[in-house]
C-alpha cells in the first residue's frame, strides 16, 4: 500500500483514495465473501466499508496501517450486513391444503372428560379460514418477494425437517463473531 497515498487521501485528495479503493477492492471483496458466503452481501459489505473509510479517512494516523484499519472497517460492514440480513428475512410455510384441513380438523379438546372437537376446527370452518388467510395473504408475500425477503418453506413432514428448512432460510451469512 502507497503510504503516500493514504497521506494525500487524508487531506481529501478524491483520485488518491479512489486509486486506495481500486487497488483494495478485490480484497476487500474475497474477504467479505468469505464472511458472508454470498456475492451480493460482500459487495454491500465492500461498498458500505469503502465509504466509511473515505468518511474516516482522516483518522488513520498512521498511514502504513491502512490496510488492517480497512479490513477492520470490512469487518464490520460484514457484521452489519449480516444481522440485516437476518432480520429482514420474511418465511411463508407452504403445506397441502387437504393436509391442513385433515391437520387442523383432528384437533380436539377435552371437556368434562370426553374429547371434543372444537366448531371453529370442522373441516369447512378449517376451508374458510384458509381461504381468507391466503386472499389476505397474498398481496404481502407477492410484495415480499418482489424484494427478494420471501423465503417459501415446504412444512410438510417431520417438525425436526420443517425446522431444519426454516433455520437454513435464515443462514445466508455465516455467524463468525
Not at 491502512?66 to 420474511?90: K, M, N, P, S
Not at 417459501?152 to 425446522?163: K, Q
Request: charged share 35%; aromatic share 6%; net charge negative.
Amino acid at each position: 500500500m502507497d503510504q503516500e497515498l493514504v497521506t494525500r487521501a487524508a487531506t481529501g485528495d478524491h483520485k488518491a483514495f479512489s486509486v486506495l479503493a481500486t487497488n483494495a477492492f478485490e480484497g476487500l471483496f474475497r474477504t467479505a465473501r468469505l464472511v458472508l458466503r454470498d456475492d451480493d452481501l460482500a459487495a454491500d459489505a465492500v461498498q458500505d466499508a469503502l465509504i466509511s473509510a473515505w468518511l474516516h479517512i482522516r483518522a488513520v494516523r498512521e498511514p502504513e496501517r491502512f490496510e488492517a484499519w480497512l479490513r477492520r472497517l470490512l469487518i464490520r460492514a460484514c457484521y452489519a450486513q449480516r444481522d440485516r440480513a437476518r432480520r429482514h428475512r420474511v418465511i411463508e410455510l407452504h403445506v397441502d391444503e387437504a393436509e391442513l384441513v385433515t391437520r387442523l380438523s383432528a384437533r380436539r379438546v377435552v371437556i368434562d372428560g370426553r374429547s371434543v372437537q372444537r366448531e371453529d376446527d370442522a373441516p369447512d370452518t378449517v376451508r374458510h379460514r384458509l381461504e381468507v388467510y391466503r386472499r389476505q395473504t397474498a398481496p404481502l408475500s407477492e410484495w415480499y418477494d418482489s424484494l427478494g425477503l420471501l423465503s417459501r418453506i415446504d412444512a410438510s413432514g417431520e417438525v425436526a425437517d420443517i425446522t431444519e428448512r426454516i433455520l437454513g432460510a435464515f443462514a445466508p451469512a455465516a455467524d463468525v463473531r
